[in-house]
């Protein structure tokens, strides 16, 4: 079952965020090209709970608007599930493609 989730969210990611081809050189950022880090929202009890009543509607607006105001894309809901997975779960395809395009890079991966 992990499996599946993890196959549709990066079938998804590929799909919805542009091409999956990897870069074959990385350029070191020098510290002129580096952009001062910007404040990121807290998120609160509410807006996970927007968050996840819009995953729930498939509002993928609404989960952008959870999203940028500062809601956390790994919270985890009913049964320990994040949004990703209740969208994958609901065949939600546009809300799934908002939560991997929109969640901020720091919450992929392990915690």
Known sequence: MRAAVLLAAVALTAAA???AEVPE???TPVSSDVASPVPTPVS???LEGALFAAVRTGDAVRVRDALAGGADAEARGA????PLVEATKANAVAVAAALICTAPTDSVGPR
């Open 79 to 82: 049964g320990g599930r994040t």
């Open 44 to 46: 609160t009890p509410e």
């Open 25 to 27: 050189t990385y350029s």
């Open 17 to 19: 965020c542009g091409s």
